[in-house]
């Protein structure tokens, strides 16, 4: 296996680790943000969208940056079952264990 296809297992495990790190803290952050507003009921999905949407910005800005790093191997299996180019079983053997640790 070349020298890219490690980097790109290790850059798979890092963006993963980070990403469910993140997720995790969704509702305690969400919480903050309504104490700190002072809102509750109907505008929690609100707020909890916008978190969301702004982490999975983040995070697909960073997987360009690390070089076609994901933390969601659902689209590597379906761009390697549809024959797209990037990916060979070999790496595709390494890649999904480092994304589902």
């Known amino acids: 296996m070349s020298e890219l296809g ?3 297992v290790i850059s ?4 993963t680790f980070a990403w469910m790190f993140c997720v995790s803290a969704i509702g305690p952050v969400t919480a ?9 009921g109907d505008f929690t999905i609100v707020i909890l969208t916008v978190i969301f949407t702004v982490i ?7 997987a360009d940056l690390l070089g076609g790093a994901s933390f ?22 390494l890649r999904f264990p480092a994304q589902r640790m």
């Open 6 to 8: 490690i980097t790109i």
């Open 12 to 15: 798979d495990l890092l963006l």
């Open 32 to 40: 903050v943000i309504e104490a700190a507003i002072g809102v509750k």
């Open 56 to 62: 999975n910005f983040v995070f697909n800005g960073l």
């Open 72 to 93: 969601n191997p659902a689209g590597n299996v379906l761009n390697y079952a549809a024959g797209i180019p990037g990916d060979n079983l070999i790496t595709m053997a």
